[in-house]
């Protein structure tokens, strides 16, 4: 109990520092410019397969801005900060996509994201996730999320917090959670 009361701890220190990172991006401040080594710590886990801070930054800087979601303005909402277990869940159903060559929101075990997020141990009060198939960029897969209205509306939705994202070759999995 200790431990996982500990590692709460650090994900909340974790999650502050990114939201304070980030609504402080929306500044012009010279004082606060964190390198990329300060923004990694050994707590956070970031893929190597593509720029997740890069991903969150654009998405990020999307939200802060306001979108348009097919024809629909959807208005400016919060920042979303870096969850190291919904990573985990949105990982696992891209490799799950890439070795079985589909897409979907079930896996090919029959599992839906929310069960992958309970595996985890992610106490989730809404979940949402998005996916796509293709040779994106971090910026690109964002803006290929944009021109779909169900995914845009979904990446705009005030009420999340948090997000994972996960990528296998050209499999992206988005978690978003609250």
């Not at 431990?3 to 650090?10: G, H, S, Y």
């Not at 990020?60 to 979303?80: D, I, Q, T």
């Not at 809404?126 to 509306?153: D, M, P, Q, T, Y």
């Amino acid at each position: 109990m200790m431990r996982i009361t500990q590692k709460l701890k650090w994900q909340a220190l974790i999650n502050i520092f990114f939201l304070t990172f980030f609504l402080s991006a929306c500044h012009e401040s010279s004082e606060i410019n964190p390198s990329e080594k300060e923004l990694i710590n050994e707590d956070l886990i970031l893929p190597s397969s593509f720029n997740a801070l890069g991903l969150l930054n654009h998405l990020n800087k999307v939200r802060l801005e306001g979108c348009e979601c097919e024809g629909e303005s959807m208005p400016a909402v919060g920042s979303l900060v870096w969850n190291n277990l919904l990573y985990e869940a949105a990982q696992r159903h891209s490799e799950d996509m890439f070795q079985n060559n589909f897409l979907d929101h079930i896996g090919s075990d029959n599992s839906t994201f929310t069960e992958r997020v309970n595996e985890t141990g992610y106490p989730w009060r809404l979940l949402g996730e998005n996916l796509a198939r293709g040779n994106f960029s971090e910026e690109s897969v964002i803006e290929a999320w944009k021109r779909s209205g169900v995914h845009c509306r979904l990446m705009m939705q005030a009420d999340f917090l948090e997000i994972g994202v996960g990528k296998k070759e050209q499999f992206w999995t988005m978690i978003l959670a609250r």
